[in-house]
């Protein structure tokens, strides 16, 4: 192609694009108004785990069943969570803000740019959020750059309610925090702490003098690395006086280390791949290491019980550390394990055992448990999932694959595992 043919060519994807996020949110919107909270039965509803209704979008908005999202998730290849929040900025942008959502159907507003109003405003009442709809709908078709347009929304907010306004900032003030961030690579992570100015300028001057004092006694590192390791100082006690005391007052943190002998490459849960060098010279010169050998998962004996011991969901953990949901993201150890077949106290023996094990969240759980969905789990490690419409979806230690077809056409099971034994599914 020519260069105006490729640019002709990239407006026309782009275009595409654009028309396909618009048909999600109609879809988003479809798929909520479609199941209302009517379709859920007091009766059930009211037990404990069933599915109830849940209002997704701000106040005007109609409730929607809880589960709901699960299989529209699953059908567009992402998270529970993430299809939940399409449906809740489509009935927001439905009900709460009309103006922008007619220039969204017109193609003249990208949907990302409608989202993030809705989400802005999905606090304030009905009829604010519409004021600050209408008032950026103009602007919202990308004529200034996105850093200006979240400043346009934000103003927009506050115009709409300033008393809000104001006790949200003093919540703000008040809202202090001090986590680990979630954006870690390369072995190294990040630690932010968020309060009131003085205060951060106050630790700022404090770790500045204690890098400063530490410039002579370590002349080889660099300002920064001088600083975090006066942090590290003034967070242990009794080793701001005496660099050498560190390790020995410092307090106790478990890291678990996944390591093949031989290989470059380690995994650090919760974190991800780092080098063996990086464990070596990062971690060796002051970690204690507790190695552990390797697990025989296939030789692990079942128990007769509903609890699961400890050495099965260490087991569990190793073999399949995420969510075992369509789709599902959390790595979590906290995770409920969940009996792929329910146990049975007057069943066979062995039903608590590897290939009758699946970690999962509380909220995938209770919809595997009441909504429907069905498992069943070949092989230990591998599940295959039916949604409540007789969609498939493969997940293994590789992820979440949508199998092609309804209930008959499990031989594309088959087709990735070859010796996988016959699936009875419910009738």
């Known amino acids: 192609m020519s260069e105006d043919e490729v640019l002709a060519f990239a407006a026309e994807r782009a275009a595409t694009i654009r028309e396909a996020e618009t048909d999600l949110l109609e879809i988003g919107y479809h798929w909520a108004v479609t199941h209302p909270a009517e379709r859920l039965r007091e009766d059930e509803a009211a037990r404990p785990g069933r599915e109830r209704a849940r209002r997704y979008g701000g106040e005007g908005t109609p409730e929607v069943t809880e589960f709901a999202a699960a299989e529209l998730g699953a059908r567009l290849g992402t998270t529970t969570f993430a299809a939940g929040q399409l449906m809740a900025d489509a009935v927001d942008l439905v009900h709460r803000g009309r103006d922008l959502w007619t220039r969204v159907q017109a193609g003249e507003v990208k949907a990302s740019y409608a989202r993030y109003v809705v989400k802005q405003t999905r606090h304030l009442p009905m009829d604010e959020a519409q004021y600050v709809a209408t008032a950026v709908a103009e602007p919202a078709d990308g004529r200034i750059p996105w850093t200006r347009f979240e400043a346009l929304v934000e103003a927009a907010v506050v115009k709409a309610n300033p008393e809000l306004a104001r006790e949200r900032e003093e919540r703000a003030r008040t809202a202090s925090f001090a986590k680990k961030l979630r954006n870690q690579s390369h072995g190294n992570a990040s630690y932010l702490i968020h309060t009131d100015v003085a205060t951060v300028d106050q630790i700022d001057q404090t770790v500045d003098a204690y890098a400063d004092a530490l410039a002579e ?130 069943g066979p023996p062995g039903q608590s055992g590897l290939g009758n094990y699946g970690p999962m969240t509380t909220a995938h759980h209770r919809i595997k448990t009441h909504g429907g969905w069905e498992v069943k789990q070949p092989f230990a490690g591998i599940y295959v999932w039916r949604d409540p419409h007789g969609a498939h979806y493969l997940v293994d230690h590789t992820g979440t694959r949508r199998l092609p077809g309804r209930s008959d056409n499990l031989p594309m099971v088959v087709e990735i595992y070859r010796d996988l034994p016959e699936i009875e599914w419910a009738a």
């Not at 080793?239 to 560190?246: N, T, Y």
């Not at 093949?260 to 464990?279: N, Q």
């Not at 010169?285 to 007769?304: E, H, N, Q, S, T």
């Open 217 to 346: 006694e370590f002349p080889d590192l660099s300002v920064d690395e001088r600083r975090v390791l006066a942090v590290r100082m003034l967070l242990t006690p009794g080793a701001d006086q005496d660099p050498g005391k560190l390790a020995e007052h410092a307090p106790v943190v478990n890291l678990y280390v996944h390591v093949t002998p031989g290989e470059p490459i380690a995994r650090l849960e919760g974190h991800g791949p780092v080098t063996t060098d990086w464990i070596t010279q990062v971690l060796g010169p002051r970690c204690r290491f507790k190695v552990y050998p390797v697990i025989d998962l296939a030789g692990m004996a079942p128990v007769d019980a509903y609890e699961i011991p400890d050495r099965h969901r260490q087991a569990v953990q190793l073999m399949t550390p995420a969510d075992t949901f369509p789709y599902g993201s959390s790595l979590s150890r906290k995770q409920q394990v969940d009996h792929t077949e329910p146990y049975d106290p007057h």
